[in-house]
C-alpha cells in the first residue's frame, strides 16, 4: 500500500517554462511534506518542505502548495532551468518526537533548453 | 565539514554470499538511518539507529539483515545469504542529535548492489 503517490514517472518541460511536480498521500497522520531532487548517482538532497498548517512554501524558484483536504501538494519550479533536470521525490513525514519519512516513486525532470 | 560517505559505492555479491554496506554520517551527526531504493522504486525506510542503539527497524526484513551502529566506527547494514531481490541502491541519511526532521537528515551517495 503505496502511502505517498508521484503518479507522473516523468516530466518534459522547455527553459523558462513553469514545472508542476504532483504527489498525493493517503495517511492522514501525515503532517510534513518535503520534496527531494536527486541527480544520477547522487544521494537524494533536501529541496523544499510544508507544515499541514501552512498552504505554501516559496523558497526562491521554488514553491511547494499544500491543499490538506484534497490530500495533495504540488511542487512548481519557475523559471525551470536545464540544471533542474532530475528525479525529485515527495516524501511525508508524522510530526512526532522523531518520524521516519515516506517517499514516493519519483518523479524525473526533463528541462530541455 | 564532508558529507555522509557510503563505502563500498557499488558491491558486487553472489547469491549467498554476505554484503557489508557501511556508513559514516556527518560530523557531528549521531543519527543514522538507512533507505532502500528498489529499481523504479521510491526510496524505503529501513532502520534508524543512534549511537549503539536501534531505535526503530520497523522496515528491516526479519531475517538475514541487521544493522549497527557502534560507539566507535561507522554504521553497518549487513546482509547475510544475499538473494538477487536484494540488488537495490541502499541509501545512508545522519541527522544532529535532537532532530528527527526530514529536512535535517542528510543523505549519502547510496552503494548499489548487484547480487549476481
Known amino acids: 500500500d503505496q502511502q505517498v503517490k508521484q503518479n507522473s514517472p516523468s516530466l518534459s518541460v522547455q527553459e523558462g517554462r513553469i514545472s508542476i511536480l504532483n504527489c498525493d498521500y493517503t495517511?492522514?497522520?501525515?503532517?510534513?511534506f518535503l520534496w527531494y531532487k536527486k541527480y544520477p548517482a547522487e544521494g537524494p538532497t533536501f529541496l523544499i518542505s510544508?507544515?499541514?498548517?501552512?498552504d505554501k512554501n516559496e523558497d526562491g524558484r521554488f514553491t511547494v502548495f499544500l491543499n490538506k483536504s484534497a490530500k495533495h501538494l504540488s511542487l512548481h519550479i519557475v523559471p525551470s532551468q536545464p540544471g533542474d533536470s532530475a528525479v525529485y521525490f515527495c516524501?511525508?513525514?508524522?510530526?512526532?518526537?522523531?518520524?521516519?519519512?515516506?517517499f514516493g516513486k519519483g518523479t524525473m525532470l526533463l528541462v530541455s533548453p | 565539514n564532508a558529507g555522509v560517505m557510503q563505502n563500498p559505492r557499488h558491491l558486487v555479491r553472489r547469491r549467498g554470499q554476505e554484503a557489508r554496506l557501511r556508513c559514516s554520517p556527518m560530523?557531528?551527526?549521531?543519527?543514522v538511518y538507512w533507505y532502500r531504493q528498489l529499481p523504479e522504486e521510491g526510496l524505503k525506510f529501513m532502520v534508524y539507529?543512534?549511537?549503539?542503539?536501534?531505535?526503530?527497524e520497523s522496515g528491516m526484513p526479519k531475517e538475514r539483515f541487521s544493522a549497527e551502529f557502534p560507539k566507535e566506527g561507522p554504521s553497518i547494514l549487513r546482509i547475510q545469504q544475499v538473494v538477487r531481490g536484494d540488488s537495490a541502491a541502499y541509501f545512508c541519511?545522519?541527522?544532529?542529535?535532537?532532530?528527527?526532521?526530514?529536512?535535517?537528515?542528510?543523505f549519502g551517495p547510496g552503494t548499489r548492489l548487484l547480487v549476481l
Open positions: 541519511a545522519s541527522s544532529p542529535p535532537g532532530t528527527g526532521g526530514g529536512e535535517t537528515q542528510y
Open positions: 495517511n492522514s497522520m501525515f503532517d510534513y
Open positions: 510544508i507544515s499541514s498548517i501552512k
Open positions: 516524501a511525508a513525514r508524522r510530526n512526532s518526537g522523531y518520524s521516519t519519512l515516506t
Open positions: 560530523k557531528g551527526h549521531s543519527h
Open positions: 539507529l543512534q549511537k549503539e542503539n536501534i531505535i526503530d
